[in-house]
C-alpha cells in the first residue's frame, strides 16, 4: 500500500511562492490519482487540485486557478503542487491523497473519494 509523505511548506509573505511535493512509498504509484487538498482552522477540508493516473487531466478549485500547478513525475513517485501569487487565504495545512478507484484520466474532487492521506504541511501565508 502507498504511503504519502508531504513536505515544503513554510511561511511565506503574500505574493510569495511555496512548491509542495508528495513523495509516495510502496508499489504502484502510477495506478493512483493523487489530490491536493487543504484544511484551515474552522473549515472543512477542501480540494485544491488533482492529476490523473497518467497525468493527461488536471482539475484545480476556482481558487487555485492561475496560480497553482499540480504535477507528477511517476519515475519519482512523487507529486507536486506549484504554489505562485500566494494570499493569506491560502493558510492551511496541505495534504496530498491519492485514489485508486478513478478510471485512467479521471480526477475525483471530494475527499470522501481518497483512500489514502499524508500527513500534512503547513503553508502559512502572511501579509
Known amino acids: 500500500q502507498v504511503q504519502l509523505v508531504e513536505s515544503g511548506g513554510g511561511l511565506v509573505q503574500a505574493g510569495g511562492s511555496l512548491r509542495l511535493s508528495c513523495a509516495a512509498s510502496?508499489?504502484?504509484?502510477?495506478?493512483?490519482?493523487m489530490g491536493w487538498f487543504r484544511q484551515a482552522p474552522g473549515k472543512e477540508r477542501e480540494f485544491v487540485a488533482g492529476?490523473?493516473?497518467?497525468?493527461?487531466?488536471?482539475y484545480y478549485a476556482d481558487s487555485a486557478k492561475g496560480r497553482f500547478t499540480i504535477s507528477r513525475d511517476n519515475a519519482k513517485n512523487t507529486v507536486y503542487l506549484q504554489m505562485n501569487s500566494l494570499r493569506p487565504e491560502d493558510t492551511a495545512v496541505y495534504y496530498c491523497?491519492?485514489?485508486?478507484?478513478?478510471?485512467?484520466?479521471?480526477?475525483?474532487?471530494?475527499?470522501?473519494?481518497?483512500?489514502?492521506w499524508g500527513q500534512g504541511t503547513q503553508v502559512t501565508v502572511s501579509s
Open positions: 510502496g508499489p504502484a504509484f502510477s495506478d493512483y490519482a
Open positions: 492529476i490523473s493516473r497518467i497525468g493527461g487531466r488536471l
Open positions: 491523497a491519492a485514489d485508486q478507484n478513478s478510471g485512467p484520466i479521471q480526477v475525483a474532487r471530494g475527499p470522501i473519494a481518497y483512500e489514502l
